[in-house]
Nanobody, 124 residues
Framework: QVQLVESGGGLVQAGGSLRLSCAAS????????MGWLLQAPGKEREFVAT????????DYADSVKGRFTISRDNAKSTMYLQMNSLQAKDTTAYYC?????????????????WGQGTHVTVSS
């Protein structure tokens, strides 16, 4: 089993930055691809970014390319999402998720482990 705990959400002005963190417990973190997904009220979860088990391969949704950076520190069992140039449309809940394999995925259905979510609010 893997438990995921997000932190770092909050209120920021448009154009500002936030860094989300996802702390993982369990012995499989370094073997697992990880991702960040968002979910607006009443809507399905959407892919934001994903990183392979090694951290060498990443992928992003078009809406965040060039603004967000996903990374991980396997020694600390922690994943990050650096969010720059935030816009009002980025306001929503963000979830950390983990796979049971090392290859990344853009599909929420392929993630097994989920955090409780952290909310980001961008004021315009």
């Amino acid at each position: 089993q893997v438990q995921l705990v997000e932190s770092g959400g909050g209120l920021v002005q448009a154009g500002g930055s936030l860094r989300l963190s996802c702390a993982a417990s369990g012995r499989t973190f370094s073997n697992s691809a990880m991702g960040w997904l968002l979910q607006a009220p009443g809507k399905e979860r959407e892919f934001v970014a994903t990183v392979s088990y090694s951290g060498r391969i990443t992928d992003y949704a078009d809406s965040v390319k060039g603004r967000f950076t996903i990374s991980r520190d396997n020694a600390k069992s922690t994943m990050y999402l650096q969010m720059n140039s935030l816009q009002a449309k980025d306001t929503t809940a963000y979830y950390c998720a983990g796979r049971i394999v090392g290859t990344l995925s853009v599909s929420s259905a392929l993630y097994t482990y989920w955090g409780q979510g952290t909310h980001v609010t961008v004021s315009s």
